[in-house]
């Protein structure tokens, strides 16, 4: 019968396209150090120990918030934003003093007499970030690996694990717990924030939450404009549901007031950003009243390029009231508890990219020899961009969870 491996080597040629009868992998063996055969010697020591040339990672290396932000082409360094309106005030709901504010008036009323009124804007702007990883190697180490037991081709294995360290690193920048920054953590490089994509959990927060981190730089900063207690910069408040540091129970009314509070702001919540361990517990919570979570197909997205439909490219997530709940395995948990909930109105939220990811190499074998300046080769990814919202408070989050 053709077509199938009977034996471990048959696998091995098959995998590495060796002939028949060769026995150019067949190095390593029974344990780790005997060969699979001998030569008519007998001399074991004339195979080298080959352990082939896939390395497998055996870390999870998802990068489910950066792959689920929108991205869009950077237009503009700058916005404007109403903060109040020309009547009614400010907050999530139309007041007034007095109906004579409305703006009813007398038949054939002086025009002067008239109440003038104007709504009052503010404007907020960014600057691109710079976020660049390089890795360099010699010629010969490059040379060897694909002689004695190496990995074969050096550059193309860090190339591929580079720059998924690439797109993994800003992964974690836009999830940085803040507060860990201003904690005992990394509280030695709170003073590089600023050179890091800003965190959802800046943009997501308020004065209160970000006057309370001590040392970080620039806490108070937000998109150019200072971030007050006065209710001058209400329009920076995000919606966020805390219990000063202390964990408790997560429940349905949780989710159903901050999707209402956020509704009423005229939020609207397109995803929400969780750990896998508040997911379950969200699931075990509902199924004990009878309730359970919804599915739906999600079509990611890549540097703004939505793929189709269909079993190669769709997976399914979890819903609640319709809205798909992604899972992040570097999710913040405020220390303790369960994974924090991000309410994410992603019409508002997305990644501004200047210049999109982009790969560059230089060395022994390329023309740039010269201005590479070493016997070696040197590979550098560069991602220029920011993360932007441009309506702040439609944007909530679900802290202290247990």
């Not at 489910?64 to 932000?69: F, G, P, R, V």
């Not at 303790?336 to 560059?360: A, N, Q, R, V």
Request: glycine share 12%.
């Amino acid at each position: 019968m053709t077509g199938y491996f009977r034996t471990i080597e048959d696998l091995e040629r098959a995998t590495y396209g060796l002939s028949a009868g060769s026995n150019n992998l067949l190095k390593a063996t029974t344990g780790i150090h005997a060969p699979h055969d001998t030569l008519s010697g007998g001399d074991a020591t004339l195979y080298n120990l080959v352990y082939g040339q896939k390395v497998w990672s055996m870390i999870n290396r998802e990068i489910n918030a950066l792959s689920m932000l929108p991205k869009k082409p950077w237009k503009s360094s700058g916005w404007r934003v109403m903060k109040s309106r020309s009547i009614g005030g400010a907050g999530d709901t139309f007041v007034v003093s007095d109906l004579a504010t409305l703006g009813g008036t007398a038949e054939n009323a002086s025009i002067s007499g008239i109440t003038e009124i104007a709504p009052t804007f503010a404007n907020l702007y960014l600057s691109p970030k710079t976020i660049a990883h390089t890795f360099e190697l010699s010629e010969v180490a490059q040379l060897l690996g694909g002689m004695d037991d190496g990995i074969g081709d050096i550059i193309s294995t860090y190339r591929e694990e580079v720059g998924i360290s690439h797109a993994e690193a800003m992964n974690g920048m836009i999830l940085q717990d803040l507060t860990a920054v201003a904690g005992v953590g990394i509280n030695a490089h709170a003073t590089k924030a600023d050179s890091a994509l800003t965190s959802l959990y800046k943009i997501i927060s308020t004065h209160a939450e970000m006057n309370a981190l001590g040392t970080l730089t620039n806490k108070l900063k937000i998109f150019g404009q200072t971030r007050a207690d006065d209710g001058s910069t209400d329009y920076l408040e995000a919606y966020v549901d805390s219990n000063s540091g202390t964990a408790r129970n997560l429940t349905v009314n949780m989710l159903n007031t901050a999707l209402r509070n956020l509704m009423a702001r005229g939020g609207q919540p397109k995803v929400f950003l969780t750990g896998y361990d508040t997911i379950q517990a969200l699931g075990e919570l509902l199924q004990a009243q009878e309730r359970f979570m919804g599915r739906t197909e999600v079509v990611p997205s890549h540097s703004g390029i939505k793929g189709v439909k269909g079993r190669e490219v769709g997976f399914k997530v979890a819903t609640y009231h319709d809205i798909p709940i992604i899972p992040c395995k570097d999710m913040p948990t405020g220390g303790s508890g369960l994974s924090d909930i991000l309410l994410l109105d992603t019409d508002h939220l997305f990644m501004c990219t200047m210049k999109p990811t982009e790969y560059f190499e230089a060395g022994m074998n390329t023309k740039e020899v010269f201005g590479h300046g070493k016997l070696g080769h040197r590979g550098l990814y560069r991602t220029i961009g920011e993360t932007m919202c441009t309506y702040v408070r439609g944007q909530g989050k679900l802290i202290d969870l247990q």
